[in-house]
């Protein structure tokens, strides 16, 4: 009868081989392997797929929008560029309206002035016309008056007429 107390030792060394424990464990790694493959290596490796097509489409999609990016960035560059040019001939344009607009009232002013200074002159050449002949007037009758005091006791009336007559053309002429 066998010791039962005895220690279990096993007989062999480090080099020997128990077929019977490598048949077992290459069948169980065999068999570990295809249930892997069939319930977790093919999930495994579609997500694993699905996750680099995500990344890939992620990262084209992120040069597409840095290359649109970069397209409406120029566009607004352009843009701007524009704007200041239009901006530049605005500025231009109303400058020169403006100059215009200025000489124009200039002119006009100065059409307006020459215009006003002509009418003054004819105005005061009419009444320098008019204020003569009154004050031509006056003379004439005062010259009259003192001729006819005068002369009245010497001269005939024609000779009274010559007298006033050459009087009054020695007077300033009126001019218009």
């Not at 019977?20 to 290596?41: D, E, G, H, N, Y």
């Not at 109303?94 to 006003?116: P, T």
């Not at 003192?146 to 007559?165: C, H, N, R």
């Amino acid at each position: 009868m066998p010791n039962l107390t005895a220690p279990l030792v096993l007989a062999g060394g480090l080099t020997d081989i128990n077929w019977t424990l490598s048949f077992f464990t290459i069948v169980l790694f065999t068999l570990f392997v295809l249930v892997l493959s069939k319930f977790a290596w093919g999930p495994l490796l579609k997500a694993i797929d699905e996750r680099e097509k995500s990344i890939r489409d992620a990262l084209e999609g992120s040069r597409k929008a840095n290359a649109e990016a970069q397209e409406t960035l120029a566009q607004h560059k352009e843009l701007i560029r524009q704007i200041g040019a239009e901006r530049e001939g605005i500025i231009k344009k109303a400058s020169k309206e403006a100059e215009e607009f200025k000489a124009d009232l200039m002119a006009k002013a100065r059409a307006e002035g020459d215009d006003i200074v002509r009418r003054a002159k004819e105005q005061i050449a009419r009444e320098t016309s008019v204020a003569l002949a009154k004050l031509r007037e006056e003379v004439v009758d005062l010259a009259v008056l003192g001729a006819a005091k005068i002369v009245t006791s010497s001269m005939t009336p024609e000779a009274q007429k010559k007298l006033v007559s050459e009087f009054v053309d020695t007077l300033p002429q009126v001019k218009n």
